[in-house]
Nanobody
Framework: QVQLVESGGGLVQPGGSLRLSCAAA?????????MNWYRHNPGKEREWVAR????????TYATSVEGRFTISRDDNNNTMYLQMNNLKPEDTAAYYC????????????WGRGTQVTVSS
């Protein structure tokens, strides 16, 4: 079972910034996976936040975060990032990273999440 470990969550005031990381275990073919960030609040549906492809590192964002969040990846260190700026209370959620095999017959993997709380 591949381990994806998120970190960097915490409590921040509205307008503040956080940088989330998602680290994958060594030996995992991280560079061949599309990587996603999702977020979830209890009682609500899971929401896709951002994606970065393995090929050409194309980034796409949910409308709710575009212009404020930036997704990136470091394939040499098996790590993905989410820079979150100008945070709003509605960004409060548990954030999860996801490894998507991009159409290959491989498994999909999830981390256990990191909590982000935006509050004054």
């Amino acid at each position: 079972q591949v381990q994806l470990v998120e970190s960097g969550g915490g409590l921040v005031q509205p307008g503040g910034s956080l940088r989330l990381s998602c680290a994958a275990a060594s030996g995992f073919t991280f560079r061949m996976y599309d990587m996603n960030w999702y977020r979830h609040n209890p009682g609500k549906e899971r929401e896709w936040v951002a994606r970065i492809t393995w090929f050409h590192e194309v980034a796409t964002y949910a409308t709710s975060v575009e212009g404020r969040f930036t997704i990136s990846r470091d394939d040499n260190n098996n790590t993905m990032y989410l820079q979150m700026n100008n945070l709003k209370p509605e960004d409060t959620a548990a954030y999860y990273c996801n490894a998507d095999p991009a159409g290959r017959m491989w498994a999909t993997y999830w981390g256990r999440g990191t909590q982000v709380t935006v509050s004054s």
